[in-house]
């Protein structure tokens, strides 16, 4: 009899199978996709297709030693990355150097570096501006930040064609900006991720009528965006302690339905080469 009882209190303790959430098989306990930091980056850094299929492709050399044997980010990697900021941005990364990065209200540190595309300004049927890169128009920084898109700014950086930053977030703010933290996982998530939005104009596909049939020019991103993640990743890892998972919105939020498609046209491999040049600092 006591055997049946203590073979009954086993089957009620154990613990109910984790539920894992999208494609990278995010756990809700956890807030950690599947895999070594590796095999999470792997997943993560997929390439993004139109539509939001998704294709996989090599991770850079460079995010391989970061995920698997590279010592933490060092000061001199940090300083580096903030010498690379434009200003105004740069006082305003300077100021806050040593605070902090978010965590979840229970205390889960952040982990998860995400680079989204805003698929803003949207032409509709209209051709891409000519001088794409240099417009104003595509460049402005005033919708993130005048409530045409939500009450509070979307995501912590905004990163425009020319390289300029707006924070919308400091770092030190648990903010969310997928489907994945906003939907499913909810406010227990909040921290654990922050949130670049790069600009990228979106129009529609041929005979499209609706904005989840859209793509972005190509190149998607310019040099200085490239550049200037790099810096971000850098910086908030080195605040963080140590490096943070790279991702992309659409794979986040991959399995979930009405998914995003960003980022269109991101080229893993010059991220990659520009993230190289700021971890060789001494
Ligand atoms: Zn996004």
């Known amino acids: 009899m006591r055997k049946l009882i203590y073979a009954l209190l086993l089957v009620g303790s154990a613990p109910a199978a984790a539920e894992e959430i999208g494609e990278c098989r995010f756990d809700r306990d956890t807030l950690t996709f599947a895999g070594t930091p590796l095999e999470q980056a792997t997943c993560l850094l997929r390439k993004i297709k139109l539509m939001g299929e998704k294709e996989a492709q090599k991770v850079p050399k460079v995010i391989v030693h970061l995920m698997t044997d590279a010592p933490p980010p060092s000061e001199a990697m940090k300083q580096a990355a903030l010498a690379a900021f434009p200003q105004p941005y740069r006082d305003y990364a300077v100021l806050h150097a040593n605070d902090p990065v978010s965590k979840t209200d229970a205390g889960v540190p952040l982990q998860y570096f995400v680079i989204h595309d805003t698929s803003e300004p949207f032409y509709g049927n209209e051709p891409f501006p000519k001088n794409l890169n240099m417009d104003w128009k595509v460049n402005a920084f005033d919708s993130y930040v005048d409530k045409t898109f939500a009450n509070a700014p979307v995501a912590h950086i905004f990163l425009n064609r020319v390289g300029q930053i707006w924070p919308g977030h400091e770092f030190a703010e648990p903010w ?44 998607g991103f310019t040099p200085e965006q490239y550049r200037m993640l790099a810096a971000l990743y850098v910086y908030v890892s080195a605040r963080a302690g140590r490096w943070l998972i790279p991702a992309q919105h659409n794979t986040v939020d991959a399995g979930i339905k009405d998914a995003h498609d960003d980022p269109q046209n991101f080229e893993m491999k010059r991220f990659g080469k520009e993230i190289e040049k700021l971890v060789k600092a001494r």
């Open 176 to 219: 969310r900006a997928t489907k994945l933290e906003s939907r499913v996982v909810g406010p227990t998530a909040r921290g654990r991720f922050v949130h670049i939005e790069t600009v990228q104009p979106r129009r529609f596909l041929p005979g499209a009528t609706n904005r989840g049939a859209t793509y972005g020019p190509k190149p």
